[in-house]
């Protein structure tokens, strides 16, 4: 459900073939835990990287959540799409928690 949200146009950057683990790395050198959400959100307008603020939901894990999604355009396979899923964890007062960077299979 999340990946249907955060499908849709996106320019296309250098950054569109970072590995997963270059991605972690990139983002834990940007964002340290207390970074505000504005400043993650600003990141990703800036790389045109599509992503979903998550207010509330059934599953307290993922309230006061970014989530972002980075498609592998470099992906030539027939079949296969592939992808990283960026999750940016906020506290109550917009504070980053936690991240993480994972490999995501985005459809054909």
């Known amino acids: 459900m999340l990946v249907a949200l955060l499908v ?11 590995s997963t683990q270059q991605w972690n790395d990139l983002v834990n050198r940007s964002f340290p835990p207390g970074s505000k959400r504005v400043d993650v959100e600003k990141f990703l307008d800036e790389r045109g990287i599509e992503h979903s603020y998550i207010a509330k939901s059934n599953f307290p894990e993922e309230v006061n959540t970014v989530v972002a999604l980075v498609k592998n355009e470099n992906d030539n ?9 960026l999750k940016f964890k906020f506290d109550m007062d917009e504070r980053l928690v936690s991240s993480e960077a994972r490999d995501i ?4």
């Open 77 to 85: 396979s027939v079949v296969k799409k592939s992808g990283v899923q």
């Open 105 to 108: 299979f985005t459809g054909p």
């Open 8 to 18: 849709g146009c996106k320019k296309s950057t250098k950054e569109d073939s970072l």
